[in-house]
């Protein structure tokens, strides 16, 4: 039979020669979730042996993660806060810098006894959910443009057994009505002339509906303002480098109390502000 550490060398070259940065990491992880452990564990006890089975199911896996699929999605589902969200082809991958915007939030709603909160461009669910999760009381609504992102956002809330209100709409063509205490979004971004820089696993694999989005940013913004309650609050996440831009643009809407926030690389990605009172 072949032992966890033999299997672990192999995979891992396999996906270092697949270009994948984090090789050893991933082929450990992939590992773990076959045997049903945790990484910790599974280094604990190298010597156990695989049965063939086991291995069969290891190196489909593998297989999925050499074509540069994002782990996420061969996993089936990702750690986002407190929450093990189910994620797909359907949603962006939650990425541990929106972990920061959830942070935002937090602190904006504090000491709101109910807050409305809205939700923009949902995805998973991620930021949604996580509010509804850590804000007691919090009144969440979730939109999308995309159904399908709407679905699996409800399997996760129904997995995680919160309540949080899903809406289809599309931002550009305005928000629910408010008032709101919060609106937060992580709007699509990336240029189009950016998207073949970006790592086989955004480029080829995330939605892009979800990602290339020209002035969304700025739509969101725009929208805002018209729903906030007064003193309410915006959160938005942005590109890496944009921060600047978009504080200076929530200033010449008139928002107040704009601030940014870095993320855990120290890069300046979130940008907030309050409506003027």
Known sequence: MTTAAAALSRVADRLAGAGCESALVDAEILLAHVLGTTRSA???????ELDDPALGEFDRLVVRRERREPLAYVLGEWGFRRLTLKVDTRVLV???????????????IAGIAEPRVLDIGTG????????ADEASGAQVTAMDVSQDALDLAAENASRAGLSVELVHGDFFRGLPKGPWDLVVSNPPYVRENEIEMLEPEVRDWEPRVALIGEGATEAVARAAAGVLRHGGALVLETADGDAGRVEEFLRGLGYVDVRITTDLAGRDRVVEGSRSR
């Open 42 to 48: 599974l280094r604990a006890d190298t010597r156990r």
């Open 124 to 131: 998973s669910g991620a930021i949604a959910l996580a509010i």
């Open 94 to 108: 939650p990425r541990p810098e929106t972990e920061i915007v959830v942070e935002s939030c937090l602190t904006r």
